[in-house]
């Protein structure tokens, strides 16, 4: 183990945590949150694409900051609309099983956090350094990382790279 896969640990223990003091109800609406903001930054991340294309001209530099931005800015606005949410049923205080239950969706959400990163690290040189290569953690998250590439238009997925130096081919479908 090196210091990805701590760091994932960490990511994972630190989200089950989380949730073990949220409770059930607030981890779905963050797990749900975190899933639909990945879902919006994937769709709409070509779009944002050809809006900073004049602005940015590095692809790999304007595609990780659409989308982080995208990302971020749906997260925020869902995590609000979660607040609000909670505010409008009023506060419940969770029992032992929900808590039990809010640790569990901390695991879930844990995976999606690790799979955001991973993304955004297929932009990047990361995946060619020898602690991504050598990390037994990451291959896991690696390969839903490519099959979400694949749902991504074939312009912005050959951006996404997470192949050894040695054996890089550029994605064609």
């Keep these: 183990m090196n210091w990805a896969d701590t760091t994932i640990l960490a990511v994972f223990f630190f989200s089950t945590i989380i949730?073990?003091?949220?409770?059930?109800?607030?981890?779905v609406l963050?797990?749900?949150?975190?899933?639909?903001?990945?879902?919006?930054?994937?769709?709409?991340?070509?779009?944002f694409d050809e809006i900073l294309y004049k602005s940015i001209p590095y692809s790999d530099l304007r595609l990780g900051i659409a989308f982080s931005g995208i990302l971020l800015v749906s997260l925020a606005l869902l995590h609000w609309m979660n607040d609000l949410i909670i505010q409008s049923v009023g506060e419940i205080p969770p029992?032992?099983?929900?808590?039990f239950l809010g640790s569990l969706l901390g695991l879930a959400r844990a995976n999606v956090v690790?799979?955001?990163?991973?993304?955004?690290?297929?932009?990047?040189?990361?995946?060619?350094?020898?602690?991504w290569q050598q990390s037994v953690l990451i291959p896991f998250f690696q390969t839903t990382a490519l099959i979400l590439r694949n749902q991504l238009p074939i312009s912005i997925a050959s951006q996404f790279n997470f192949e050894p130096l040695s054996a890089y081919r550029p994605y064609v479908p």
């Design 19 to 27: 949730g073990l003091v949220q409770g059930f109800i607030k981890e």
């Design 95 to 99: 029992t032992f099983f929900e808590h």
């Design 114 to 131: 690790i799979l955001a990163f991973v993304l955004l690290a297929g932009l990047t040189q990361i995946p060619h350094w020898n602690s």
């Design 30 to 47: 963050s797990l749900l949150a975190w899933l639909i903001a990945m879902a919006i930054a994937i769709s709409f991340l070509s779009i």
